[in-house]
Each structure stands twice: as structure tokens, then as C-alpha cells.
């Protein structure tokens, strides 16, 4: 039985969307850098009009564990890693095969220094281009090979030099030549062509993504779209506000931005995820879509 929508709290939203079979494994990365398996099958069914489980309830998390990323696998290939980016510009690639063992308890996914904290994972297939995106406005893109295997207990090597007041706020790996939409604390955000990125190594500063002037204040997500997405907004106060990714400006690196939320002097906007519309008639009878839960505090 498979399920397509969730109610949700009014500061809740659904961030993600899966489409998995039941025999499929949800590889749960949390904060302090630990891996848990959650089977796809031991998640409850629900009507479109429940709540959902919250899934602390689903996975023996710490008392301060908060997952951070979640990932579907349905085979662990030999030819996938996984790509991880910490908030102290720390990046690390690991085999997929190295997470097929499971344990119940979790295990160790990347090794954390004092005071980091893992910040986003992906799937790759070794032959991508990495984007990391810092508080400070600036990015820096390079390409995956440059980050040689590890193993799991690792801690990885460095992304992007940041000044000790930054971090990293938001990870891309690159898919086509889909814009790349940068969004400030205050509300501004914008457009920007991915070849307006350049490739450089990595452990650079960056290039400016976009200016983090007192109007705008800090950068806080970055997230590639293209015209069919569209963008949900959330502050730290719980306003959401939904738009059209192709109603966004387009305009250049180093440049402000245009207005996406309006917010009080007492509100920032605190993260910006893209939906991507489901096409078809929906998923196959073996399988069910699984909504994520938001993966921002």
C-alpha cells in the first residue's frame, strides 16, 4: 500500500521524497557523523492524511543526534560512494560497500573533530563536480576526484578553508547545468548560472556566490534548481512561504540578490529546500513514497 502525501504541522514541511521499494534500506546519517540503517518495510502505512511517525521513534538515536541526511540504496554497487561535508569545511568519500554490514546500534559514518558536525551526504558515482557553500557568501567547486576513497572511520580532508566565525551551510553536487539558487538570512536570494562557478581545487576561500551585506546577512542554503522546481522557505520562527523556482532573478555571482521572503527585523530565514514535481501516474505497486522529515532545526 503506498502513500503520496503527509499532513504535517503548520511549521513542518516536507523536505524530501523517495521513491523506494520495500525491501529497500534508508541509510540515516545523523549530526555526529553515525550511520543508521531503517528498512523501508518497518515504516508504518499511513492515509494521506496522517502525520507520519517521527522517526526518533523509528532509530536508536542519542538524546542530541538529529539527522542531518538520508539516503536510499537498494544495492550496495561497488562503483557509488558516498560523499560527505562537514560545518568545518571537512569532506570525506567512502565506498558504498563499506555501509552493507549493518548493525542495529549504528556505527560510526565519518569521524568528527571537537566542535564539527556533519552538514549534508550524497550519493556519487566518483565522477562528479562538488560545490560547498559557507556562511561567508563565498563557494568553491572541484571535482570529485580530487577526494581520494577513505574508509568509514576517517575524517577526510579539507573541502574549503573557512575563517574560524564561518562554516559550511549547504553542500551541491552538480547535476547538468542547472542553476544554482543562494538564499541569505534576511530573505534575499537568487539565480545563478552554474558555469559562473569555476573549477578550482579544493581547500581553496571560494569565489563570492553572493554578497553578505547587512541587508542580506549571512548565507544560510544553496540548492540547484531549475525552472520546473519549485522552493519552500522556512524562518526560525516558523513562517513558510512556497514559490516558483523560475519566479527567482537570475543575475550574476557577485551581486545581492532579490527579495524571496519578507521577514521582521526579529526573523531570519533559516533553510530553502527545491521540490521537484513527481511525473506520471505515480510509483508501482511494489513501491511507496516516503516523505522525509525537515532537515533544519
Known sequence: MGRSATTVKEEDFVSQVWIVNT??????????????????????????NSRGKPIVNLLPLEAEERVQAVLPVRDYSDDRFVFFATRNGTVKKTPLTEFAFQLQKGKIAISLDEGDALVDVRLTDGQRDVMLFASNGKAVRFDETEVRSMGRTATGVRGIRLAPSEQVVSMVIAEGEADVLTATARGYGKRTALAEYPKKGRGTQGVIAIQCSERNGALVAAVQIDSEHELMLVSNQGTLVRTRASEVARVGRNTQGVTLIRLPADEALVGVVSIEALNGDGPAATEEIVAGEPLVE
Open 23 to 48: 525491501h529497500d534500506t534508508l541509510l540515516t546519517f545523523t549530526s555526529s557523523g553515525r550511520v543508521y540503517w531503517l528498512k523501508v518495510h518497518r515504516i508504518p502505512d499511513a492515509g494521506p
